[in-house]
């Protein structure tokens, strides 16, 4: 199979503090990870693309430094918020693209959602 | 960059009828077209794909066809089931990985 976890599944935050959130690829490898956000009954918005040892390449209209993105390892990417406002309360879910077979596509994370008061 | 429509949002049909959805895309390098099944709160959930050298692909209940010159593909569930009911999402995307999302349809299976 092909399993990506996420954490946390939620957090709640203080206006101005950072929150990181991890999304690990389990059972496979993934040079390539992306990190989306969605708002209730909304599509998922790409964010970032997250890169194994370089850096990620942003989506328009999306702030690299508040949303820094570390993909230290093969199977590790992290997002952090930092100084978090209430705006940025979301669903922000990661996936990690599977090149080998049977099956190459993205998978999806669990999703953490993030209430910033 | 690319640009995915999707309609119609909301479908509601009666188990055991079919069920259609359509999208269109813009970007003529795309070459890969999965569609997803999302659930209240959960991750999106890979339901089938089709990558642009192939017309239509059949799982099952759920096949999908692909029309490169029109630039459109449909998500098609045959003798739908409450359980079917959830957000649907389709995507395109080419040799970069990256994936566009349409904007979701909210299919509704009534009982």
């Known amino acids: 199979g092909a399993v990506v976890s996420q954490h946390p599944s939620r957090v709640i935050c203080k206006s101005g503090t950072s929150v990181k959130i991890e999304c690990r690829s389990l059972d496979f490898q993934a040079t390539t990870m992306f990190w989306y956000r969605q708002f209730p009954k909304q599509s998922l918005m790409l964010m970032a693309t997250?890169?194994?040892?370089?850096?990620?390449?942003?989506e328009q209209g999306v702030e690299k430094d508040k949303f820094l993105i570390n993909h230290a390892s093969l199977t590790l990417s992290t997002l952090t918020v930092t100084s978090a406002h209430p705006e940025d309360s979301s669903f922000y879910i990661c996936?990690?693209?599977?090149?080998?077979?049977?099956?190459?596509?993205?998978?999806f994370g669990p999703g953490t959602r993030l209430l910033v008061l | 960059g690319e640009n995915v429509e999707q309609h119609p949002s909301t479908l509601s049909v009666q188990e055991g009828d079919s069920a259609v959805i359509k999208c269109t895309y813009s970007?003529?390098?795309?070459?890969?077209f999965p569609w997803y099944k999302q659930e209240l709160g959960k991750r999106p959930q890979l339901i089938i794909d089709i990558r642009s050298n192939v017309g239509e692909k059949k799982d099952q209940r759920i096949a999908v066809t692909l029309n490169k010159t029109a630039k459109h593909f449909s998500l098609h569930i045959t003798e739908t089931q409450p359980e079917d009911s959830a957000v649907y999402f389709c995507?395109?995307?080419?040799?970069?990985?990256?994936?566009?999302f349409g904007k979701g349809t909210l299919l509704t299976v009534n009982p």
């Open positions: 996936s990690a693209y599977k090149v080998t077979e049977p099956q190459e596509t993205q998978y």
């Open positions: 997250s890169n194994e040892g370089s850096k990620a390449t942003y």
């Open positions: 995507a395109a995307g080419g040799s970069n990985y990256k994936l566009t």
């Open positions: 970007d003529s390098a795309s070459n890969y």
